[in-house]
T-cell receptor, first 111, second 114 residues
Framework: RKEVEQDPGPFNVPEGATVAFNCTYS??????FFWYRQDCRKEPKLLMS???SGNEDGRFTAQLNRASQYISLLIRDSKLSDSATYLC????????????FGSGTRLQVQP | ETGVTQTPRHLVMGMTNKKSLKCEQH?????MYWYKQSAKKPLELMFV???????ENNSVPSRFSPECPNSSHLFLHLHTLQPEDSALYLC?????????????FGPGTRLTVT
């Protein structure tokens, strides 16, 4: 089983749609969680951290379910500029190990 | 100067060449990383440095040799590479190597081995 699993997509949605991505992780000791965004042939960029209580940043909402070991990202009112690959990232705090990245979910927002 | 810079941005090298990739971070971070990203694969961690000390070497072949002279600079020395080593090599930095903090990436070096 992969450490971090994501549906690769692609998710093709119209502008203005709401889209949700899920991610599961295998290490129950994972302590920190992030969503990154990666545009084609560019470096990953931090989108948002994921907190236990859930958190929101504008049109983006992240949720964490520790019992089921999954993380979600909800994007409301999709824009063309949201088209990218979204990477789910987890780490084991104190393990002196860098972040573990999922393979990413590709989103294509269409006009 | 932006957060994390990498040079060169593109590199084509033969299997017998020796080259080096350079990374510099201007964020005051104490940890730096090398990742490899091949097509249709997730990022693969290669090396982790914390305060210039290598704290992780993720079973990387010896033809890749990292160097961290100080907390702001990181190099990846390449020699006798194979075509399957062609990939995007990304450098990142974070506040420390605990995994608690987010990482910031450089733009990467796209390497082609011929």
């Amino acid at each position: 089983r992969k450490e971090v699993e994501q549906d690769p997509g692609p998710f093709n949605v119209p502008e203005g749609a709401t889209v949700a991505f899920n991610c599961t992780y295998s290490n129950s000791a994972s302590q920190s969680f992030f969503w990154y965004r990666q545009d084609c042939r560019k470096e990953p960029k931090l989108l948002m951290s994921v907190y236990s209580s859930g958190n929101e940043d504008g049109r983006f909402t992240a949720q964490l379910n520790r019992a089921s070991q999954y993380i979600s990202l909800l994007i409301r009112d999709s824009k063309l500029s949201d088209s990218a690959t979204y990477l789910c990232v987890v780490s084991e705090r104190g393990g002196r190990r860098a972040l573990t990245f999922g393979s990413g979910t590709r989103l294509q927002v269409q006009p | 100067e932006t957060g994390v810079t990498q040079t060169p941005r593109h590199l084509v090298m033969g299997m017998t060449n020796k080259k080096s990739l350079k990374c510099e971070q201007h964020l005051g971070h104490n940890a730096m990383y090398w990742y490899k990203q091949s097509a249709k694969k997730p990022l693969e961690l290669m090396f982790v440095y914390s305060l210039e000390e290598r704290v992780e070497n993720n079973s990387v072949p010896s033809r890749f040799s990292p160097e961290c002279p100080n907390s702001s600079h990181l190099f990846l020395h390449l020699h006798t590479l194979q075509p399957e080593d062609s990939a995007l090599y990304l450098c990142a930095s974070s506040q420390d190597s605990s995994g608690r903090y987010e990482q910031y990436f450089g733009p990467g070096t796209r390497l082609t081995v011929t």
